[in-house]
T-cell receptor, first 119, second 110 residues
């Protein structure tokens, strides 16, 4: 079964508007981390935001915020005031066993969502 | 701020040849990961190292091997290359929660 599901293959948004990219996850581990990465057409993977399963507040980084709903197992990315440079592939990822030990584990990625920002 | 460095950025090899990819993690990061991203796919975990010891292994072919050296840089060695090995190979490093990726090595096998 898919551990990370991104149901939107593509999304369109008008410049300066907000957009939400959906991500649901599946794990029985009580300790996990959720990540969002941006991959422009040039190929690099850019870290955007991280949310730990025990974090009480939703993570925010500039124009990015993570809408973490633990009971629904969702970790949606909200991009406010979209810019043309936000056009890219966006990946949601999860790391299980995020108990803050000596070594952090691998990421499992979703299928990605291509975001296109229109002028 | 320093980022993860990967070399080479592009590599073209023929079938059955070998390739070595190098990764220099962010200074003081103690964990290195390797991922493979095929065309139009999400990254897949290959292998990771914590403090120079292998810490986890994913779907890495037996033809591939990796190690982490005393200076914390890591190398991914790929032998008997196949057309299906053509992909973007990422190295990532972490110290605490966040995991930062390098720019990737684009390997093309012809």
């Amino acid at each position: 079964a898919q551990k990370i599901t991104q149901t939107q293959p593509g999304m369109f948004v008008q410049e300066k508007e907000a957009v939400t990219l959906d991500c649901t996850y599946d794990t029985s581990d009580p300790s996990y981390g959720l990540f969002w990465y941006k991959q422009p057409s040039s190929g690099e993977m850019i870290f955007l935001i991280y949310q730990g399963s025990y974090d009480q507040q939703n993570a925010t980084e500039g124009r990015y915020s993570l809408n973490f709903q633990k009971a629904r197992k969702s970790a949606n990315l909200v991009i406010s005031a979209s810019q043309l440079g936000d056009s890219a592939m966006y990946f949601c990822a999860m790391r299980e066993g995020d108990a803050g030990g000596t070594s952090y584990g691998k990421l499992t990625f979703g299928q990605g969502t291509i975001l296109t920002v229109h002028p | 701020a320093a980022g993860v460095i990967q070399s080479p950025r592009h590599l073209i090899k023929e079938k059955r040849e070998t390739a070595t990819l190098k990764c220099y993690p962010i200074p003081r990061h103690d964990t290195v990961y390797w991922y493979q991203q095929g065309p139009g796919q999400d990254p897949q975990f290959l292998i990771s190292f914590y403090e120079k010891m292998q810490s986890d292994k994913g779907s890495i072919p037996d033809r591939f091997s990796a190690q982490q050296f005393s200076d914390y840089h890591s190398e991914l060695n790929m032998s008997s290359l196949e057309l299906g090995d053509s992909a973007l190979y990422f190295c990532a490093s972490s110290l605490v929660a966040e995991q930062y990726f390098g720019p990737g090595t684009r390997l093309t096998v012809t």
